[in-house]
């Protein structure tokens, strides 16, 4: 199917720099946490990490995090790997989490080694400053499916094509006061192609629009950010930035924050933003879709483990959010009934890591309240989920491998009462794909999984991940969730819903282009088949240029 109009894909000079970077880290046997020699910049494989060092494919030292080789603000021991315990989400070499970014050193033209470095300090004055950044990402991405979301929707045989431009500016006047701004346009066709909704196509407009004031209080670094806003203060199995899809989440509102050097609280108050409109410079705010709550992260003192400590972190937080219509509408036998939840979400997450030892452990209790639609007749809320993954790295060893087992589990209830509790778990903001299923074909609700992970980077510039995720219904009288929620397939009996081996492969062409590739196959059940599921293959492809 051929593509509507749009805006034509904007796709810098990226052919000047085709030579893989040649950034590498080695180790030295010790005591201490990260007891990495420093001898280039940085690795050069990045990626959106699950929780701290775990999700990434090689180890990155704290020196390799502060100006002038990284790129993260002053956050004291917050800056262990890429950041992401700040809260402000992964801060990489380029354009992971750009509003985030510190290019301060670049004032100083001799520090410049990279032609786009121009861009990323553009001093305003004479004394440096009022300054801009810009910042830029490109996306190409396609993928093709035997059987989409195990045959219940579009087509067999489906293959589809989405580009995103994502470039933004980032003004500072002085330190205490900066915009940032950030445009979007995207696009989307292909051949038995299906679902080409908002979410994947987009004429230009605003991602994100904000005002940050910022400074010292309490001897605390601390700010405001006001005006709209991608946020990713939150586990990411709980709450990311909407990956598969072209358009990424975005938030309407106020968030504050304070940052010691080991400990922070954050707290903000969200609407979601409206991308239904399709002319451009027209997304509102969606008023009946809310994010609330606060966050504290400390820094516990480090345990010993034999000739080891392992540092880690504690997340305390509480995340409430409203919504309704599909995303709030809950399970019954053979359908769905509409209606608007409030749901209170009071959790943890300890995570950290040693010298080999690197683990991810969460939980959380989700109360609330479920309202009809017809009959605004009320009914309670009690689920729950846990989160774990942990395993051992050998940063010394050739491939740097990571070997390790996740396991997570959540609740479900019985889809055919019409009173007393709701035990369903939701997870509404897109929760990071590769996380749970790359397929995407099943969702975090009413569900058990466990999967071995195995990765191995045997060079900077590459890296190989593999998982074999089983999956369980935890309650026989939940039906099985997709990504766009409950699957009609009826009558399945037993738990057992099907296993999905996957691979990806990350090749890191140079410091600005990424080529990612993911393959799996949903093996389905029997019980599955009979209920009429079918088995399917998938594989995606991303080309991603960042500045």
């Not at 004291?76 to 790997?81: I, S």
């Not at 990323?120 to 400053?129: A, Q, T, V, Y």
């Amino acid at each position: 199917m051929r593509p509507r109009p749009s805006l034509p894909v904007i796709l810098p000079p990226i052919l000047l720099m085709l030579a893989p970077s040649c950034i590498h880290a080695a180790t030295t046997p010790g005591k201490k946490l990260e007891n990495l020699t420093v001898v280039s910049p940085r690795p050069a494989i990045q990626t959106y990490p699950h929780a701290g060092v775990v999700g990434q494919p090689r180890r990155i030292a704290p020196a390799q995090n502060r100006p002038p080789v990284g790129h993260q603000g002053p956050w004291g021991d917050f800056t262990r790997g890429t950041g992401e315990a700040a809260g402000f989400g992964p801060v990489g070499l380029y354009g992971v989490a750009p509003w985030a970014e510190d290019w301060q050193t670049l004032r100083n033209p001799h520090t410049h080694n990279d032609p786009f470095d121009p861009l990323k300090f553009i001093r305003l004055n004479e004394s440096g400053s009022i300054w801009l950044t810009f910042s830029g990402e490109t996306r190409l991405r396609n993928w093709a499916e035997s059987h989409p979301f195990l045959g219940s929707v579009g087509h067999p045989g489906s293959g589809r094509f989405g580009v995103r431009n994502l470039y933004g500016a980032d003004l500072h006047l002085g330190q205490h006061i900066r915009f940032f701004g950030q445009l979007i346009n995207a696009d989307a066709a292909g051949w038995n192609g299906f679902s080409y909704g908002s979410t994947f196509r987009k004429r230009l407009d605003w991602q994100q629009g904000f005002l940050e004031i910022k400074g010292k209080l309490l001897h605390a670094h601390a700010g405001t950010i006001i005006g709209r806003q991608q946020f990713l203060d939150a586990p990411s199995y709980i709450l990311y930035n909407r990956e598969t899809p072209n358009v990424p989440l975005s938030w309407n509102g106020i968030r504050g924050y304070a940052i010691w050097s080991h400990a922070r609280i954050d707290a903000y108050d969200f609407v979601q933003t409206n991308i239904s409109p399709t002319k451009m410079f027209h997304d509102t705010e969606a008023w009946n879709t809310r994010l609330y709550g606060f966050d504290t992260t400390l820094i516990p003192t480090d345990i010993s483990l034999g000739h080891q400590s392992i540092h880690t972190y504690l997340d305390l937080f509480y995340m409430g959010f409203k919504v309704n219509g599909s995303l709030g509408a809950i399970p019954t036998i053979t359908a769905t009934a509409a209606g608007a939840t409030t749901r209170n979400n009071y959790g943890f997450r300890w995570f950290g890591s040693s010298r080999s030892l690197e683990f991810s452990i969460g939980g959380l209790y989700q109360g609330g309240t479920f309202n009809y639609a017809k009959t605004n007749q009320q009914r309670q809320v009690s689920a729950y989920a846990f989160n774990t993954i942990a395993g051992y790295r050998n940063p010394g060893l050739f491939v740097h491998p990571f070997l390790g087992i996740q396991a997570d589990l959540y609740s479900g209830g019985n889809a055919a009462a019409k009173t007393g509790a709701i035990n369903t778990y939701i997870a509404p903001f897109n929760p990071q794909t590769n996380y749970l299923d790359t397929t995407t074909y099943i969702a975090p609700s009413n569900l058990i999984d466990i999967s071995p992970v195995i990765r191995i980077t045997p060079r900077n510039w590459a890296t190989l991940n593999f998982k074999t995720p089983f999956f369980w219904r935890d309650s026989t009288q939940d039906p099985v969730f997709g990504a766009s929620g409950r699957y009609a397939f009826t009558n399945i009996h037993g738990g057992y819903i099907g296993v999905s081996p996957q691979v990806s492969l990350a090749l890191q062409i140079n410091r600005h282009l990424t080529w990612t590739q993911y393959g799996a196959r949903f093996h389905t059940s029997e019980a599955m088949q009979r209920a009429g599921a079918k088995s399917g293959s998938y594989y995606q492809s991303n080309f991603v240029f960042r500045f």
